[in-house]
């Protein structure tokens, strides 16, 4: 939102510097972004009056001209063609330095001294290119310093406004925020159109059929205009804006609109059909020709403004290409109007097409401020287009909206603001942000809140307001206060803090994504698109489902990362998922990771090995140690995002709870990922529920251990874990640990086989085992693999 100091002081009386406002609205909660000086000349650019021309003696393409200051002459040579004698226009004297940096001397030209130069727009900085002299008002007075005569000279202030402060979108609710903050005296606009001169009787008619949609709608009729450029003063204020102009009727419209806040559109009678406004849905695909000149497509969501014959607008969003104004335009229809913000943003965001109006309309303007800027710009336009009013303005749907009732406790003030503020300096506050509060007693006010003031509904809304008016710097800082509490019994499950921590000390670091995604990114991670849970009303393409995994927004993370030349990533994200159960929508909460690149970091003392399958199940079995899980298992195969022939799927008491493994190469390739990726994805609202629910604490061990070897020959399809498995599935006495330690393929045990090397601890907690007692149970632990497994004992 842009807006100038002069046009804020026609509202409210201040007198701070442009600095001190800026500061003083940036610590209100409206950041002002930038401060500029705009329209400042040297007092030596002057008005003055073409008295007399001569063509020059010596040069057919110069003009000898006399001008007038009003007390004195001066003779100037000129090379313009555009002027004529009794035109006003620009001197710059001698000595003046222009915006482009040319300094005018007295000179003499072919023989003729010239005491200045006679300027365009260009010269002048007021635009890029100009054909001739700027031509200025014949009522401007005479000798005055150009910038003073045209009101120009100005700073533009630049503010962002929040979403929730709609009412800020305007000059008029930023001069209402300066009043409140400053206590300065609030110059409320008090429109004042000239009356009308013939009635809308037969002339107009309005049919509101979607009340819903439009609580408000209000026209009336101008006619005899004459469509031709705006003021100049109101080209600068419009530019200063950010809003080009167009011509004096457009033009209206967005400067009532700036100022109000309400926008505004102004409609070619001649192009309304029987003389009848309908305000109603769209039917179907219907196509519609915008002002842009882009056909666009409506359907029964979209609310629009039209004829018994055709569509003139799409509400509150941008008016329709044949129904707008042209140079051959006489008569005007002027529409203001409160449609719903919800319909306006929905129409707007499905369409791509967000204009002034629809930014404000979707935020929500004040339903109590149509009338006024309906006044307020038919004021404007027979001031600039001439013309004349209906006697009547149409107002249909609800005439009037009552604000908000808000109670503030003092206790709650002190209690959230840790001040006591006295109860005259809070009413006070209360005042000029024109919540017209009652004090119900020393300890309370009911407050009433202004229609504009959308975003103030509850008590917490008020504290914020009386903080921000009274100033934030006024509050101390005081500790908060402290409170004893009877302890609560400790979660048991391990915490997802914890696991944070794991990876962190592991050198990861978490990603953090939108909770939504495109589907063409689950299609790239080789996902199901069955089943997504589609946004009605999407944000964007990028951001059109909730996301069934983590995955995918993770590797767009690794493939930025490897584009920007980061190397050896560690990422993690924790987050809720959003899966279709049955009628259900299940947010469970899961873990990703994804390791790339080398296992360690590039020195001369460190392997150059790459992340592979172990480096995921490593970390698994981390986390399984810090959640105090149960033994997982492992079966071969997993997403689709993983190699099939390097992952695998985690099952816990036969329910699925994760998959890691390689990146499944033509995933790889969707992403342009060409270093070697270990990805995996756990559900930790299964694992949470699963961890064991008491710790077990074991003593030392009194009596020695003792390993065996065991090396069995099998298929190259068995898994390595299915005999760890098994033999944990035996339950013998004395076993404490399973662990592969070698695999040999070679010529020695034949094709399509391995050998498996495992290393088996035994120790019994009550005695020393003797090795008799170790290699019968070793044999015995063999000869029952044999019977469970196609193995050969080596």
Same mark, same amino acid.
């Given at each position: ?503 962190? +000390?592991? *050198?990861?670091? /978490? !990603? @953090? ?11 790239? $991670? %080789?996902? #199901? ?86 480096? +995921?199940? *490593?970390?698994? /079995? !981390? @986390? ?11 079966? $071969? %195969?997993? #997403? ?88 944990? *599935? ?65």
């Amino acid at each position: 939102m842009k807006v100038t100091l002069n046009w804020l002081k026609e509202f409210v009386d201040f007198d701070l510097a442009p600095r001190d406002l800026a500061d003083r609205l940036t610590h209100a909660g409206l950041e002002v972004e930038s401060v500029q000086a705009v329209g400042d000349l040297p007092d030596s650019v002057v008005t003055v009056k073409i008295l007399k021309m001569e063509k020059h003696p010596n040069a057919d393409r110069l003009t000898l001209c006399q001008v007038s200051l009003g007390g004195e002459t001066r003779e100037i040579v000129c090379g313009a063609k555009n002027m004529k004698e009794g035109d006003v226009v620009a001197l710059a004297q001698p000595g003046t330095v222009l915006p482009d940096g040319k300094k005018i001397e007295r000179s003499t030209i072919r023989g003729a001294t010239s005491e200045g130069m006679l300027c365009s727009e260009k010269e002048l900085g007021f635009s890029p290119e100009a054909e001739g002299l700027m031509i200025l008002p014949p009522s401007m007075p005479l000798g005055r310093p150009l910038a003073e005569a045209l009101k120009i000279k100005d700073t533009v202030f630049e503010i962002n406004v929040t979403p929730n402060r709609s009412d800020c979108l305007s000059v008029l609710g930023v001069a209402r925020e300066i009043a409140s903050l400053t206590g300065a005296r609030f110059k409320p606009l008090e429109p004042s159109p000239p009356s009308g001169s013939f009635s809308l009787k037969g002339e107009l008619k309005v049919e509101l059929k979607e009340a819903g949609l439009c609580p408000r709608y209000t026209a009336r009729v101008v006619k005899g205009v004459r469509i031709g450029p705006s003021p100049f003063w109101v080209q600068e204020r419009l530019k200063h804006a950010g809003i080009r102009s167009i011509n004096n009727i457009v033009d209206a419209t967005n400067y009532a609109m700036l100022e109000t806040g309400q926008p505004l559109h102004a409609f070619d009678s001649a192009k309304i059909a029987q003389g009848t406004i309908r305000i109603e849905r769209a039917q179907g695909d219907e196509p519609f020709q915008t002002l842009d000149e882009i056909e666009r497509k409506l359907n029964h969501e979209d609310l629009v403004i039209a004829d018994p014959e055709k569509r003139l607008a799409i509400a509150g969003v941008m008016g329709g290409l044949h129904s707008g104004v042209t140079e051959a335009t006489h008569t005007l229809v002027l529409e203001s109007a409160y449609f719903d913000p919800a319909s306006v943003r929905r129409t707007s965001k499905k369409l791509g097409l967000s204009t002034e109006s629809s930014y404000r309309f979707e935020r929500g303007v004040d339903p109590n401020g149509v009338r006024a800027a309906s006044d307020r710009l038919a004021q404007l336009i027979v001031e600039w287009a001439g013309g004349e009013l209906s006697k009547e303005v149409i107002d249909e749907g609800q005439k009037s909206f009552e604000g908000k009732k808000v109670t503030l406790r003092r206790a709650r003030l002190h209690t959230l603001l840790g001040v006591d503020f006295k109860g005259d300096e809070v009413e006070s506050a209360l005042s000029r942000l024109q919540f017209i509060p009652k004090r119900k007693n020393d300890e309370a006010w009911d407050c009433v809140i202004p229609t504009a003031r959308g975003d103030i509904t509850r008590e917490v809304d008020l504290v914020e307001e009386v903080a921000r008016v009274l100033g934030y710097g006024n509050i101390p800082a005081l500790p908060p206060p402290l409170s004893l509490q009877e302890a609560k019994e400790h979660d048991r499950n391990p915490s997802e803090t914890k696991i944070r921590h794991l990876l962190a +000390g592991r *050198g990861f670091s /978490e !990603a @953090i994504h939108y909770s939504f995604c495109s589907e063409k990114e689950i299609t790239r $991670a %080789g996902l #199901s698109t069955q089943e997504l849970i589609r946004l009605s009303n999407p944000l964007s393409e990028e951001m059109e489902v909730m996301r069934p995994s983590l995955i995918p927004s993770l590797l767009v993370s690794v493939q930025s990362n490897l584009a920007r030349q980061n190397q050896n990533l560690r990422l993690y994200e924790i987050r809720s998922v959003y899966r279709k159960e049955g009628e259900k929508v299940k947010e469970p909460l899961f873990l990703a990771f994804a390791l790339e690149g080398l296992r360690f970091s590039r020195h001369w003392a460190q392997p150059k090995d790459s992340v592979d399958f172990f480096d +995921g199940k *490593g970390l698994i /079995e !981390a @986390i399984w140690r810090l959640c105090g899980l149960p033994d997982f298992e492992l079966a $071969a %195969g997993a #997403s689709p995002f993983l190699h099939p022939g390097l992952s695998a799927r985690l099952f816990m008491g036969g329910e699925t709870v994760g998959d890691f493994g390689a990146l499944h190469p033509a995933v790889a390739d969707r992403f342009e990922i060409e270093s070697p990726v270990v990805a995996g994805e756990l559900n930790l609202s299964k694992l949470f529920s699963l961890s064991l629910a008491t710790p077990r604490f074991e003593s030392l061990p009194r009596f020695p251990s003792v390993e065996r070897d065991l090396t069995l020959i099998a298929a190259e399809d068995l898994p390595g874990e299915a005999v760890i498995l098994k033999i944990r *599935g035996l339950n013998f006495p004395w076993i404490r640990e399973v662990k592969l330690f070698d695999v040999y393929r070679g010529p020695q045990i034949g094709q399509g086989k391995k050998a498996l090397t495992y290393a088996i601890r035994y120790q019994d907690y009550e005695k020393t085992l003797t090795d008799l007692e170790v290699n019968q149970r070793h044999t015995e632990l063999v000869e029952k693999l044999k019977t469970l497994l196609p193995i050969e004992w080596r």
